[in-house]
């Protein structure tokens, strides 16, 4: 009698064995990891990659995992898309925050750009079909979103899609960004998309974005009296917290 794949995965954890070491040990026991693995989100990044992230500024940047959770930002990425850190589960959803939140009233043509994310997401759940933490990412949005039911049942997929992104911001105006995705290779967390915004050629978004970093960063050394925002990544302690391992 051989143990189960819920047996071993626990072993595996109790121990702190790495991903690689569980899939090995499921092998010994005659068990296919990949079919059986129920893969859970991740919480956060390494440090390294966070520090990516701090020295791409003035560039918005941010790192989601595989349903699209935001793991880990950048300062200018608060600014732009938001502050993260008032934001909990499904909320710091790359799709809900694009459907539901403030970003819809940002996005001109913002009923193309919605369509899109959808087609995306489509694409990307298809390798994760009838996992729970997709369903319930799927139940909330179709019922708080009438636009993403009606879109959710159409066949349309298309896969990720680099591009200019116009957004008209509330506080820091008109922006203009060359969007791009980049694939991260690190097994821990299963599956990262690097996300860089970067300030598009002749706009005045990269002038716009430099000056809201740097007044950010007075009221923060104004208030702490010492380190800024800039030297604490996302205005925080460099110590582990709940969005880095």
Known sequence: MRASVQTLQRIGHALRLEPAEIRHLLLLSDHRPDEHWPLAEAQGVSRRLQRV???LLPCPAYVHGRRWDVLAWNKAA??????FTTLSGVERNCLYMGLIGP?????????????????AFRADYARYRGEPLFDELISVLLQESPEFARWWSEPNVRGWRDGT???HHPTLGELVFEHS???LADERLNSLRLVIMQPAEETNTRARLISALQVSECDVSDDN???TVLDRPNGHDTEPSARRL
């Open 78 to 83: 608060s600014l732009v898309l938001g502050d």
């Open 181 to 183: 995705g980049f694939d």
């Open 165 to 167: 992104k116009l957004f």
């Open 53 to 55: 992230l701090d020295e």
């Open 225 to 227: 009296g010492s380190s």
């Open 103 to 119: 970003l819809r009233d940002m996005i001109p043509e913002w009923e193309d750009h919605a369509k899109g994310l959808v087609a």
